[in-house]
């Protein structure tokens, strides 16, 4: 029987009834929803790295434009290349015959060559070596001396000491570092002395730390942002402070404004940020765009009336893009607040748009302080990408546990990022410092 002839059975007060339970059991399913979409948020909102969104461009091409796409683009117009870069040989290997292998006649010179190159290992990448300091008289003074030469004070070389820095800050564990070490060669390595090794230059690196961060608070601008990681268990914050070529980043118990304060003491310059206020400390800001054009994009998904004005939005950041590369224009940059007054005053009268509306005038005119000065950026990109390290550390991690683990972060995580933003060789500079 169909589903409209039971309906048509029932009595009025029976109809009235299912209708409430129904309007219940929808009311339900609100909720439900309702808090599942508040969960997603949680991981997938306007503050969540580009690379960590959900992917929305997913949908089916039709059959003109996979027509019209070329299969094979390749790299775009203006790319310098790819391929491996060959250093040159430590060494060369002449492959020669005697005699034809066809024929079994003896050979000449040869006519010529054709070369392949190989890039590996030795066969043992992990030698032992016995270092015998031999002990003279002293033909003069009678006392007893010997040559006097630059080796460890354990029996683990530099080489392993700065492979081994590296693999973990790769985020790799310290048994997985152990294992792989004594895949290599070193049976007896342990986890500990991982633990030994990567605590050493925690110390060592200290000083090339402090030096860096004088130097940043010296820039003209620095990015900073923070993330959170957690303490043996507790909550706690890693704080970060960047610029194009320095790292600094500090592990902390709190979030509160005192840390980035003591990280950026007698700071004069201009501090890039999100809408954090613990940076309202610093009289020079500039707001992230690319914060606002997320946060603006989340609300402007469902709702026409707040798009209109994305799309202004995006117009504007568009010229104030290029309004950066060049000397400050008074009147542009007044076109440029006027314009972003104007679209608070039109989302002011859209109900769901009062999160942006409060978000847009607390920034103030922190949101153009670029303009007026030459090389600042618009946004905080460069802090997000720079903390992206830490974030993979604390996904294998999970916390860190004591001092050590604060140092580790504080001095090797800061001073190593430093040098590849430097372009600096890391296995040759850990090397000089190894001992």
């Known amino acids: 029987m169909s589903r409209k002839k039971e309906l048509r059975k029932l009595s009025k007060n029976e109809l009235i009834d299912l209708l409430l339970k129904e309007e219940d059991a929808r009311h339900e399913l609100e909720k439900r929803l309702e808090k599942i979409e508040l969960y997603l948020k949680a991981f997938d909102n306007p503050h969540t790295p580009p690379s960590k969104q959900l992917k929305k461009n997913t949908q089916k091409t039709n059959e003109e434009d996979k027509e019209n796409k070329p299969r094979f683009p390749g790299k775009p117009k203006g790319g310098n290349g790819g391929g491996v870069i060959l250093p040159p040989p430590d060494e060369i290997v002449e492959h020669k015959l005697e005699v034809c292998p066809n024929s079994g006649l003896r050979l000449g010179k040869p006519i010529g060559y054709f070369k392949k190159t190989e890039i590996d290992f030795p066969d043992k990448p992990i030698k032992v070596i016995e270092h015998r300091i031999m002990r003279y008289v002293s033909p003069a003074t009678g006392e007893i001396v010997f040559a006097n030469i630059n080796l460890p004070k354990g029996i683990y070389g530099k080489n392993i000491q700065s492979i081994v820095v590296m693999l973990k800050n790769l985020t790799n564990s310290h048994q997985k570092i152990a294992d792989f070490m004594r895949e290599l060669g070193a049976p007896s390595f342990s986890d500990v002395e991982v633990q030994n090794i990567t605590n050493k230059f925690a110390e060592k690196?200290?000083?090339?730390?402090?030096?860096?961060?004088?130097?940043?608070?010296?820039?003209?601008?620095?990015?900073?942002?923070?993330?959170?990681?957690?303490?043996?268990?507790?909550?706690?914050?890693?704080?970060?402070?960047?610029?194009?070529?320095?790292?600094?980043?500090?592990?902390?118990?709190?979030?509160?404004?005192?840390?980035?304060?003591?990280?950026?003491?007698?700071?004069?310059?201009?501090?890039?940020?999100?809408?954090?206020n613990a940076y309202n400390e610093f009289l020079l800001k500039q707001r992230c765009w690319a914060h606002l054009i997320r946060e603006f994009k989340d609300y402007a998904e469902d709702n026409p009336e707040i798009h209109m004005q994305y799309i202004r939005l995006k117009k504007l950041y568009d010229d104030m893009k290029i309004l950066n590369e060049k000397p400050p224009d008074e009147r542009a940059i007044a076109r440029c607040k006027w314009t972003l007054s104007d679209i608070?005053?039109?989302?002011?009268?859209?109900?769901?748009?009062?999160?942006?509306?409060?978000?847009?005038?607390?920034?103030?005119?922190?949101?153009?302080?670029?303009?007026?000065?030459?090389?600042?950026?618009?946004?905080?990109?460069?802090?997000?990408?720079?903390?992206?390290?830490?974030?993979?550390?604390?996904?294998?991690?999970?916390?860190?546990?004591?001092?050590?683990?604060?140092?580790?972060?504080?001095?090797?995580?800061?001073?190593?990022?430093?040098?590849?933003?430097?372009?600096?060789?890391?296995?040759?500079?850990?090397?000089?410092i190894a001992c």
């Open 205 to 276: 690196l200290e000083a090339e730390r402090n030096v860096m961060l004088e130097e940043l608070r010296n820039s003209p601008y620095v990015h900073a942002d923070e993330t959170g990681f957690r303490i043996d268990g507790k909550n706690g914050y890693v704080w970060g402070v960047f610029t194009k070529t320095i790292s600094i980043l500090s592990a902390a118990t709190s979030r509160a404004k005192i840390n980035i304060k003591e990280l950026l003491k007698n700071f004069k310059g201009i501090i890039v940020v999100d809408g954090y």
């Open 344 to 432: 608070v005053v039109c989302l002011k009268t859209i109900k769901k748009a009062k999160g942006l509306v409060t978000l847009i005038q607390n920034g103030g005119n922190d949101w153009f302080t670029a303009l007026y000065y030459e090389g600042v950026p618009l946004d905080n990109n460069h802090a997000e990408r720079e903390l992206r390290p830490i974030v993979l550390l604390r996904k294998s991690i999970g916390c860190y546990r004591n001092e050590k683990g604060k140092k580790w972060i504080d001095n090797v995580v800061s001073v190593l990022h430093s040098w590849k933003l430097q372009g600096k060789n890391l296995f040759k500079n850990l090397n000089s």
